[in-house]
């Protein structure tokens, strides 16, 4: 066995090759407290809920400022909710309500903070104040017809709700993060998508089954003397082993785990020691040092340690020494392994590689960085086919240069992608003719779904947008923008999102500033008041929505489309594009200088004096 110098080398090895990732799954761990809690005291001493902002006491009540009054008062109102006059309580989170909106009023109508109006805004505001809770426990009272019914089923729902959320994902967590660290030190790559591990061999509840029955022997061992500190070690290996083989019962691993600690428990216990001047170091910044290095080289350490206990488990022949069988995570498959079972992708390789396109000069370019084209051909059908190909091989390269773990040589068959969303062809180019369509598709769905909107939260159809037709060309042009300048973006779905939001954000901001401009001030949105907004012309929720609706036209929306347009014929597509756009040039001809106004539409002045009439921004906005 190696001694602990030995071990703990490799770990920073390990930390070294996989450093952000590895700090990464520590933080998670430690963020929702799983492992490393004591890692998050530098957010607490930044944002203390019990600093200088507690003050005077009214009626026996201490009263108290900032997220700290909200904190506070959220639980009194629940509590009045469930034992007092629920009227009452109904009243008190309308006033936490009133006074955050009346506090992010007065620190300025476009504050990036903002709490008065969104769905990001109203979601903080109902948890902060109370109010989804007296919400929900509204609606129990009207279901059981009596109070103390509907209190005894909101405590059991909210127990139910917080065990299924910590079952399923805290619970689990420490498992996942053994996964990620075992792989981490046999491999280059170890790719985000290992967080979903157990859900991709489709083992989640019975992996958090074997957690959850670790964690109960230990409650109960707490109830003796030495018995709790005891087993805490013979215990230790349980997420290893569930990190190796999850399709163990529980007590099986429970058991193998308290057999490989036979006589190492004050080995582990020593090792622990050695990690006090890593803990002092961690206290003293606050949890810093912990976030940034001590906690990923604690777990690789183990990880490290693991892997000695499991080698000796394997030469003694301990009972159950067989279903530790994931070679694979300690050593690289031989090329001949891989090859036989990767034989379709080494097949896919050994073809030989078809022209990106057909096209050269102008025409390539336009083809190659913005992905249009003037029509399709056979030798579109070919490029198609090639990215397919290309993107199928990308995503097993690195296996098959044993960079990454194998996962079809794993014991349990690991879900790939259905062969439907692989095949997809989003990696196309598109026609003028396509482009023009969907940017009358894109912008029409757009409309319907302001309008929508509007429809439900007041009840009144409002023909939404500066043009009198049936079109939010903002939509539109986002729509394409994201198909044609993001273009290189889609071999990478996070990167493609990401880009999403930027573009969507910048065209966004710049339309309502021009249309403003334009229309001596007239607003169209504002976002003013929103939860993290700019000048009241973009928000967080907004582009959230951009960027998810972005990925779905990339991925999805217009590969669909493109495929319905590519079987109208060109005799009739061409005509069709021609009137579209002609009817759209008449209406924005006509929109110049009759632009779409009323309520809902460009009345926000008139709504934001309404709801601050201390403020005058009728000098601001022209009308």
């Given at each position: 066995?190696?001694?602990r ?10 930390v070294k ?20 809690s ?6 607490k001493?930044?944002v203390?809920?019990?600093s ?5 006491e009214?009626?026996?009540?201490q ?12 639980v ?9 006059d629920e009227?009452v ?11 955050s909106k009346?506090?992010s009023?007065?620190?300025g ?13 109203s ?5 902060a104040s109370g109010?989804?809770f ?5 609606g ?13 089923l909101f405590i059991?729902?909210?127990l139910?709700?917080?065990?299924a959320?910590?079952?399923?994902f805290?619970?689990l967590?420490e498992a996942v ?17 290992r967080?979903l ?5 489709r ?11 670790r964690y ?5 061992w707490?109830f003796?003397?030495?018995?709790g500190?005891?087993k805490?070690y ?5 997420p ?8 163990m ?8 785990s ?5 006589g190492?428990k ?6 622990d020691l050695s990690f ?5 170091l961690n206290?003293?910044t ?11 080289y ?11 206990l ?8 301990i009972?159950g020494?067989e279903?530790l069988n994931d070679?694979?995570?300690y050593e690289?498959a031989a090329?001949?392994?891989?090859n036989?079972?990767?034989q379709?992708?080494v ?10 396109a ?8 336009i083809a190659?960085?913005?992905?249009i ?12 086919a090639a ?5 199928k091989?990308h995503s ?18 690991e879900?790939?992608?259905r062969k439907k ?12 003719w ?7 598709c894109?912008?029409?769905i ?6 929508s ?9 409002v023909?939404?947008?500066?043009l ?10 986002g ?9 290189k ?7 493609e ?16 500033y ?7 001030g ?15 012309r ?14 779905a036209?990339?991925?999805?929306l ?9 079987k ?6 061409v005509?069709l594009?021609?009137?579209?756009l002609?009817?759209?040039?008449v209406?924005?001809?006509y ?13 926000y002045?008139?709504?934001?004096i309404?709801e601050?009439?201390?403020?005058n ?7």
């Amino acid at each position: 066995m190696r001694t602990r110098k030995e071990m703990k080398k490799s770990a920073k090895h390990v930390v070294k090759t996989h450093y952000a990732l590895l700090v990464i799954t520590c933080l998670i761990m430690a963020f929702v407290g799983a492992q490393f809690s004591n890692s998050m005291d530098f957010v607490k001493q930044s944002v203390d809920p019990y600093s200088s902002d507690l003050s005077e006491e009214e009626n026996g009540t201490q009263v108290a400022t900032g997220t700290a009054a909200s904190q506070l008062n959220a639980v009194a109102v629940i509590r009045e909710a469930l034992f007092g006059d629920e009227q009452v309580s109904q009243e008190q989170a309308e006033e936490i309500q009133n006074e955050s909106k009346e506090k992010s009023e007065a620190e300025g109508a476009n504050k990036a903070l903002g709490r008065t109006r969104g769905v990001l805004a109203s979601a903080i505001n109902s948890v902060a104040s109370g109010s989804v809770f007296i919400t929900i426990l509204s609606g129990l009272n009207s279901v059981s017809k009596s109070r103390n019914v509907a209190v005894i089923l909101f405590i059991l729902l909210s127990l139910v709700a917080m065990l299924a959320v910590w079952f399923f994902f805290q619970n689990l967590l420490e498992a996942v993060s053994c996964r990620i660290f075992m792989e981490s030190r046999t491999y280059e790559k170890v790719p985000v998508t290992r967080f979903l591990f157990f859900y991709r061999i489709r083992k989640w509840c019975k992996a958090s089954w074997t957690m959850f029955v670790r964690y109960m022997y230990l409650v109960f061992w707490m109830f003796t003397i030495v018995g709790g500190i005891i087993k805490n070690y013979s215990y230790k290996m349980v997420p290893y082993i569930v990190a190796e083989n999850p399709n163990m019962k529980a007590n099986e691993t429970i058991t193998l785990s308290r057999k490989m600690m036979d006589g190492h428990k004050w080995e582990c216990f020593i090792l622990d020691l050695s990690f006090i001047g890593w803990n002092l170091l961690n206290a003293v910044t606050f949890g810093l040092a912990g976030v940034f290095f001590i906690n990923p080289y604690t777990n690789a350490t183990y990880t490290e340690y693991y892997t000695e206990l499991r080698k000796q488990a394997i030469e003694k022949n301990i009972p159950g020494y067989e279903k530790l069988n994931d070679i694979y995570l300690y050593e690289k498959a031989a090329e001949d392994i891989l090859n036989e079972k990767y034989q379709d992708i080494v097949e896919l390789m050994k073809q030989p590689q078809a022209e990106a396109a057909g096209h050269q000069g102008i025409q390539g370019f336009i083809a190659n960085v913005f992905g249009i084209i003037l029509v399709n051909n056979d030798t579109e059908k070919e490029y198609e086919a090639a990215e397919v190909r290309k993107l199928k091989i990308h995503s097993f390269k690195d296996i098959l240069e044993e960079k990454r773990y194998p996962g079809r040589l794993y014991s349990i068959p690991e879900k790939e992608k259905r062969k439907k969303v692989e095949t997809m062809r989003y990696l196309r180019h598109y026609t003028i003719w396509s482009v023009i369509l969907l940017f009358f598709c894109f912008s029409l769905i757009g409309w319907l779904w302001e309008v929508s909107l509007h429809l439900v939260s007041d009840g009144v159809f409002v023909n939404r947008g500066v043009l009198h037709g049936p079109w939010l060309p903002i939509y539109g042009t986002g729509g394409v923008l994201i198909l044609v300048v993001l273009n290189k973006f889609r071999e990478n779905p996070v990167v493609e999102f990401i880009a999403a939001v930027i573009l969507c954000g910048c065209v966004e901001y710049y339309t309502s500033y021009y249309l403003e401009m334009a229309h001596n001030g007239q607003k169209w949105w504002d976002y003013s008041g929103y939860f993290l907004n700019l000048n009241g012309r973009i928000c967080a929720e907004g582009l959230l929505v951009f960027g998810l609706g972005g990925m779905a036209i990339v991925y999805l929306l217009a590969p669909m489309l493109d495929n319905y347009f590519r079987k109208i014929k060109l005799s009739i597509l061409v005509p069709l594009c021609v009137a579209l756009l002609c009817i759209f040039c008449v209406d924005q001809v006509y929109s110049g200088k009759h632009p779409n106004t009323g309520k809902g539409i460009t009345d926000y002045a008139s709504q934001v004096i309404e709801e601050r009439p201390e403020l005058n921004l009728q000098q601001e906005l022209y009308f």
